[in-house]
C-alpha cells in the first residue's frame, strides 16, 4: 500500500515563502507522475504543479514564477517550494502520484493559509 505523507503547511503572511514536502513509501521513479493539487473552500480540487515521467514539470498558470516542483529519489520525496504567496493561494494542499496503470495516490493534505 502506498502512502503519502504530506509536512510543511501553515500560516504566513501575504509575498513569504513555505515549503511543503511529501514523503512516499514507494520508489518515487516508478510513478508516472507525482505532484501536489489544491482545494479551496468551495471550490473543486486543481492541479498546482507536477513532474511528468520524472523530467518534465507542469504549473497552472495561477502559480507559475511562483512555486517551483522537485523531487529526490534517493528520499522518496516531493518538494514544493511556493514564494510570494497570496490570500488566493490558501487552501489544503494534497500530495498525489499516479502509477503507469492510472492508479491515484493521495496525501491526507495540509493546510496552507496566506494571511493578507
Known amino acids: 500500500q502506498v502512502q503519502l505523507v504530506e509536512s510543511g503547511g501553515g500560516l504566513v503572511q501575504a509575498g513569504g515563502p513555505l515549503r511543503l514536502s511529501c514523503a512516499t513509501s514507494?520508489?518515487?521513479?516508478?510513478?508516472?507522475?507525482t505532484g501536489w493539487y489544491r482545494q479551496a473552500p468551495g471550490k473543486q480540487r486543481e492541479l498546482v504543479a507536477n513532474?511528468?515521467?520524472?523530467?518534465?514539470?507542469n504549473y497552472a498558470d495561477s502559480v507559475k514564477g511562483r512555486f517551483t516542483i522537485s523531487k529526490d529519489n534517493a528520499k522518496n520525496t516531493v518538494t514544493l517550494q511556493m514564494n510570494s504567496l497570496k490570500p488566493e493561494d490558501t487552501a489544503v494542499y494534497y500530495c498525489?502520484?499516479?502509477?503507469?496503470?492510472?492508479?491515484?495516490?493521495w496525501g491526507q493534505g495540509t493546510q496552507v493559509t496566506v494571511s493578507s
Open positions: 498525489n502520484a499516479f502509477n503507469w496503470r492510472g492508479v491515484a495516490y
Open positions: 514507494g520508489r518515487i521513479f516508478s510513478f508516472k507522475t
Open positions: 513532474i511528468i515521467n520524472g523530467v518534465n514539470t
